[in-house]
Every structure is written in C-alpha cells, then in structure tokens.
C-alpha cells in the first residue's frame, strides 16, 4: 500500500507537546507527515521540533513560498489524504466555522478537500460554552469529524473534559481510516445513530426520562465505525463516553433530537433509531419549581413529535432501522412498526426477559425485515448485537443494489 499523506495543524495550546509526540508515532505507522503550525502554536514548541519529527518543512507563514512554482497552502491541500486539527481550540474552531481565514491554517483548510479530522483541547467550560457548541455543529453539517477530547486533569487545574485525546489513539483511527482494507462492509457509508434517553421537563427541577442507558446505541456506534462508516452519534443524557473518532451531537429532549436528526438525515446511507424517545412531555413546562401541595396532582401531557415515523415519510434512498422494546407480543408489535412507520428492519425485543434490559451488558433481540423474514438471536453482548444488526443492513444494502442492476 502506498504511503498516505497526512497534514497535521497544530494550533495554540498547552496541548501541542502532544501533537509533537502525534507527529512522531504517525511517522513512525508509516505515514507522510507534514506540519503547519499557527503563531500561537509556536509559542509552545518550536518548528524545529516537528521539522525533526516529521523530516519534512514545516510551515507557519502563508507568504513564505518554499518553492515559488507552488502556492503553498493550496499545494498542501491538495496533497494530503487527511488533515487532521490537533490541538484545535475555540478560536481555530470558530474561524473555521465562520470561513475566516486569516492565517495559513484556516486558508489551507478553507481550500481542503480532504477529510478533516478537528481534535479539540480547551477548559472543560470553554469546550461546553454555547458558541463553541454551535461552532462544532456548524462544523459537523460541513462534513468534519471530530475526535472527542478526554477527562480528566487539565492545564488550567479543573478535572473534565477537554483534554486531547492520547496520541496513540489518534494513530489509531488513523490507521483504520486510511490502512483498513476496502472490504470492510460499510466503508464510504454514512450512518446516523440515535441512542440514550431522552427528558422531558416539568420545572426547572424535574424531569421525565426512562431507563435507557445508551449502551446498545453506543456499540452500533462504535462497531460501524470499525467496519469503515463515518458515523454521526445522536445523544441524549448518558454517563459512558462516546467512542474516539465518531461525531458526537448532544440533544437532551425529544423536540432537540428530532431538529438534529432531520438536520443530518439527507446526507445519511443509514439510520438507526436506538434511542429510547419520550412518547409525551408535559404540557406545560414551569419555569420556577413547583411547589408540593396537599392531596393529589393531575399533569396534563401532549405527545412529542414521532422521529421514526417522520423518517420513514422522508426517506429516499436511506436504510431505516428502528427498534421496538416491548413487555408483550413482541412479534405483533414489531412488524406493526415495521409497516407503520415505513422502516427496512424493526431490532425487537422483551425487557422484561433475563438479559435483555436497559442498562445491562448483554441483550435478546430478533432482527425484523420488512418481507417477513427475521433473524432471532440469543444473549449477546451488546457489541455481538451491533455487530450482527449491521451485517444485516450490510445485506440488505447488497440487495437493494443488486436488485438496480437488475432493473
């Protein structure tokens, strides 16, 4: 396999010793590594260093033309197979989703066509302020994917997230990204996972949610990046970590994962709705608490918006995958759904049956298609679960083409 080329930007942060020990070990995989660094970043650790690391220039200055038959920025853009953004802070972040380009990292990667792969590193509040939010949103529409920093111990003395992820597992997504062999069943796809709870408020105290940890939507997520997807994570509120290298959309209510599902749909190969949804909300949401009164309280719901059904009215080209958690006639409801809301596989299952809850480890599903056939299961881990389920989509995207070539 021929060498790939990777351009690393390095932006200011203390994280950018990082990025140097990045440099080393994606020269040592095998790559072709060439660096460009802002003023910023400068400050922290020397071009010399990553000179030394990579064996190649390193650029920092849009006018500084090395070889003055090429424009620099756009030779450099041209050239690599993946750009990778390590650390990137907020600033970088939101000139970038703002089409600023006002040094030779925000110019190169305004005229980048490559993947662009954005490792941020900043305080745990700056990284949860609403601008810098809205910027990686924007950036995500864009089609850049994101390598979700880590918790932990930072710089600045507070524990949380924002730490850039560990080098060795840049490399590592790396590798699978640009080394993994074109076999792999979802290479190119683009998948679109819904996963965790959602809630509903009443005041500003209380809410309504279910027992949905998030875990069987996590394991799709993280296996169809495995087997060569680009994978979108729709989120409600959940406590295990998202998966390095899948794009993370944070939604705690029904209404918000309905505008962050709709606003990525179109561009998706495959939707899969894990997410357990509220039905209802409470009509009225209280803006101070409510106060406990003798006797008893009557709540008033309406019915939140239907995801999977919308979807299914929608879809064009897409593989709709929904699930169905049921106590009770689980075939029955299962195929009703199928046909209800218009989806290709219907993943069912009883939670009240042994192993297959919410929040366990393991699961007991059968996997529905739309012309009666199905695949039943017996207890797996959730990640056998995801893997068998995506194997199936993979089946049924060969069938559907196949059937074209036919046509």
């Not at 990553?50 to 756009?74: G, L």
């Not at 809410?207 to 296996?223: E, L, Q, R, V, W």
Request: proline share 4%; charged share 25%.
């Amino acid at each position: 396999m021929d060498k790939k080329n990777i351009l690393l930007c390095v932006t200011g942060g203390i994280a950018v010793y990082k990025a140097a020990a990045l440099t080393s070990k994606l020269s040592q995989a095998n790559f072709n590594v060439k660096v460009m660094m802002t003023a910023s970043a400068m400050e922290f650790v020397t071009p010399l260093t990553f000179q030394a690391m990579s064996r190649n220039d390193v650029y920092f200055d849009t006018f500084d033309e090395k070889d003055s038959a090429k424009i620099a920025h756009i030779d450099l853009a041209d050239w690599a197979d993946l750009i990778i953004v390590a650390p990137a802070t907020a600033n970088t972040i939101g000139k970038l989703a703002n089409g600023i380009a006002d040094d030779m990292v925000t110019t190169t990667l305004l005229a980048a066509t490559a993947p662009v792969w954005i490792a941020p590193a900043m305080n745990v509040h700056m990284y949860d302020h609403p601008a810098v939010k809205k910027n990686i949103e924007t950036l995500h529409t864009f089609g850049h994917r994101f390598i979700e920093p880590s918790e932990g111990f930072l710089a600045c003395g507070y524990i949380g997230k924002g730490r850039l992820e560990e080098p060795e597992k840049i490399v590592n997504l790396v590798q699978d990204k640009l080394t993994k062999p074109s076999k792999q069943p979802l290479q190119n796809k683009k998948v679109l996972i819904t996963a965790g709870p959602t809630r509903e408020h009443v005041d500003p105290i209380r809410f309504f949610t279910n027992h949905s940890s998030g875990k069987m939507g996590y394991a799709i997520a993280a296996k169809a990046l495995e087997l060569g997807a680009e994978v979108t994570l729709v989120s409600g509120p959940v406590t295990i970590p998202a998966p390095a290298g899948v794009n993370v959309i944070q939604i705690e209510t029904a209404e918000e994962m309905k505008i962050a599902v709709m606003q990525h749909y179109r561009e998706m190969d495959i939707i899969i709705k894990s997410a357990a949804v509220a039905d209802y909300r409470p009509a009225v949401h209280h803006s101070e608490k409510i106060k406990k009164k003798d006797g008893a309280m009557v709540m008033e719901f309406e019915r939140t918006a239907d995801i999977l059904k919308t979807l299914g009215q929608e879809k064009e080209h897409q593989i709709l995958v929904g699930f169905a958690a049921e106590t009770q006639d689980v075939e029955y409801y299962a195929m009703k759904k199928l046909q209800d809301k218009n989806a290709d596989i219907i993943v069912a299952n009883n939670v009240k049956q042994e192993g297959a809850g919410f929040s366990g480890d393991t699961n007991i599903v059968t996997i529905y298609h739309r012309d009666g056939s199905k695949k039943e299961l017996p207890l797996l881990s959730k990640e056998k679960v995801a893997e068998a389920l995506l194997l199936e989509v993979d089946k049924l995207i060969k069938q559907k083409v196949q059937g074209q070539d036919l046509l």
